[in-house]
C-alpha cells in the first residue's frame, strides 16, 4: 500500500475507531458505508491481521486495532503538524483550520470573527465544533482548542485572550418585581436559574456553605449558557453567569449585578486558546489575532460591566 493512500486509510481507521460505525464515518466524509468498510479491509488485508470484531450492532476494534489506533493518533498528528509548519513558513493563510469551542462563548465571540477573517483570508476554511466536553488537541487533531476556567497543567501551548469570572445577575423587571436579595438566605425566596447539573463547581449549591440552597426555588436548570441568559432577560429569575456571557447586557442595563453581603466574589480564571504545536501556524496565528481583535484587551465585556457606575450598583442593592 503507497505511503499516501496509507495515511488516508489511517485517518478512516481512526474515525471509525472512534465512531465504532462505518455508516457514521461514512456521513462525516460524505462517503457510502461500503467504501469505507472497503477501506478498512483493504488496511486488514495490507496489515495481515483484523482490526475491528464486526457485529450488528457495533465495531469493537481487536488488540492490534487498540495498538493501531494509538500509534496512528500520534503519526496523523505528526503528519499534520509537520504539514501546518511547512505551510507556516510560506506566511500562507490557506487550508482546513479546525477549532473546537464552548458552545456560548462561540456563538458570541468566535463566530462574529468568520466573516471578517474569510474576507481577509479567502483560502481558509473553519470547522467549528461546539461542545462543552475538554477536547484533546492532540488526540482529536484540532489546531485551536478554546477553554473557559482554570486549566489543568499539560504538555499544551496556551495564550489566554480574557477573564472568566461568574457573576449574579437578573433583569431589571424580575428586580422590580420581586425585590433584591442582600444575603444568600434572601436567595432561597427567590427564583433562580441554574445549570441543569446541580454537581458543577459553577452552580448556585457551591457558594457560601450550600446550605441556602436547600430550600431554594429553581424554577430553570438548563445545561445551555445562551438559554439561561436568555430567561434571565425574560425576567424568569436570578442567574449566576459567566462575566462574558453577562456583562454586555449589564453594560446595556437589560441585565443588573447583584452583590450579596455574605458571598464571596467569585474567583477569576481565564479564557484561553490552547494547541498542540510549539510552533503556530499562519491559520492560527491569523484566528488568534482575530479572536483578539474581537474579545478586546481589556475584553469587552469587562469594559461594559465597568461602564455601570458604582452609584447605580449600590442603588440597585438598596432597591
Known sequence: M?????????????????????????????????????????????LQVPLFVRSTRALVPTEAGEVLYERAVKILHDMTEARSEVISLEQTVQGLLRVSCLPAFARRYVVPILQPLGERHPQLRVELELTERMVDPVVERMDVVVRVGQQPDSSLIGQRIGSHRYLICAAPSYLERHGVPRTLADLSRHRLIDRRHSTSVRG???????????????????????????????????????????????????????????ASPSPDSGIYLLRAMPRASARIRAFTEQLRRQVGSPPVWDVAIDSVSLPARAEARRA
Not at 457514521?24 to 461500503?34: K, L, W
Not at 440552597?213 to 445551555?224: G, H, M, N
Open 2 to 46: 503507497k505511503t499516501v493512500k496509507f495515511a488516508e486509510s489511517l485517518s478512516i481507521f481512526v474515525d471509525v475507531a472512534r465512531a465504532q460505525s462505518f455508516s457514521e464515518v461514512a456521513r462525516r466524509r460524505g462517503m457510502v458505508a461500503s467504501s469505507v468498510a472497503r477501506q478498512i479491509g483493504a488496511l486488514e488485508s495490507e
Open 204 to 262: 448556585w449549591r457551591e457558594l457560601g456553605d450550600g446550605q441556602w440552597a436547600q430550600d431554594a426555588r429553581f424554577v430553570l436548570e438548563c445545561d445551555d449558557c445562551d438559554a439561561r441568559r436568555h430567561a434571565a432577560l425574560e425576567g424568569l429569575g436570578i442567574a449566576l453567569m459567566p462575566n462574558w456571557s453577562a456583562g454586555p447586557d449589564i453594560g446595556a442595563g437589560r441585565l443588573v449585578q447583584l452583590v450579596l453581603q455574605d
